[in-house]
């Protein structure tokens, strides 16, 4: 009887388990769905739309920079044919890379245009401790500069992109004294570091050490360690009085910086690549 009985029982809770497996999963899907059916949530979420920038170090964006200046013609002096006021701007994005107004404004995280000339002065101020400025350049100021902010975008992966401000001395100015102002500059829209300058200043070609200025300036802007670049071609630049470096990004990537002076006029510049 007891056999009998242990069997029954067995017999009942195979049942049981046979009638769960089929039927739980079901069962326990509706339940969850009852939880999350019929209701709003919301999650916040990081984007790539227009705008994002990955972080990217300092060697990369001097990079992206100078290869988005190369695609343009920007004249760098006076004595250029051209005159600062002409730039080619693109309506779209077109090439490998691109160098372009930014008509939508700095965002939450740039620096605004009630900022920019307080930073510019900034770092200004920065340079002349370093020795890279002369202590006579004077600040800018809304009354005398113009600031247009620019997007340069690596065209095949726009999140690679570095916002910068370009500062230069007022059209409405070009004709007054420019001794000891600073004539144009390209400011980094996150930090305010300025990346390449055009300044007059009294000093002659001959009280400049190219390799201590580019040496500062490289430290100042936290890349790698320049090296001298070496070339035969005597026509790179439209003076005689200049020095050329690489810097080396992690990933192989080369950019060009030129110290060089313009002698006639007394205009000191560092610029990158063109």
């Not at 004595?79 to 600062?84: A, C, D, I, L």
Request: charged share 25%.
């Amino acid at each position: 009887m007891k056999k009998y009985i242990l069997n029954l029982a067995l017999l009942a809770l195979t049942a049981m388990v046979v009638l769960l497996s089929i039927w739980g999963p079901e069962a326990l899907a509706t339940y969850k769905d009852r939880g999350v059916l019929d209701q709003i949530r919301t999650q916040e979420e990081e984007t790539g739309g227009e705008g994002y920038r990955y972080q990217l170090s300092s060697d990369e964006k001097l990079y992206i920079l100078s290869q988005c200046l190369n695609s343009q013609s920007m004249p760098g002096t006076d004595e250029s044919t051209q005159t600062r006021d002409v730039e080619a701007t693109y309506q779209e994005l077109a090439g490998t890379y691109a160098f372009v107004v930014n008509h939508n404004g700095p965002s939450g995280q740039e620096i605004t245009d009630e900022e920019i000339y307080e930073t510019a002065n900034a770092g200004i101020a920065a340079l002349k401790e370093l020795g890279i400025l002369p202590d006579a350049v004077k600040e800018v100021n809304a009354g005398s500069y113009e600031a247009t902010l620019y997007s340069a975008i690596d065209v095949p992966e726009p999140r690679n992109n570095v916002a910068v401000w370009k500062m230069s001395l007022s059209g409405s100015l070009q004709n007054a004294n420019k001794e000891n102002r600073l004539l144009d500059a390209y400011i980094d829209a996150d930090d305010g570091k300025i990346y390449e300058f055009y300044v007059r200043s009294q000093l002659k070609w001959e009280q400049i050490d190219p390799d201590a200025l580019v040496e500062a300036w490289s430290s100042y802007m936290g890349l790698t360690a320049p090296e001298a670049y070496e070339t035969d071609n005597p026509l790179l630049e439209t003076t005689p009085y200049y020095k050329k470096y690489v810097f080396t990004a992690p990933g192989g990537d080369r950019t060009v910086v030129t110290v060089g002076f313009y002698d006639g006029i007394d205009e000191l510049f560092l610029k990158i690549s063109r």
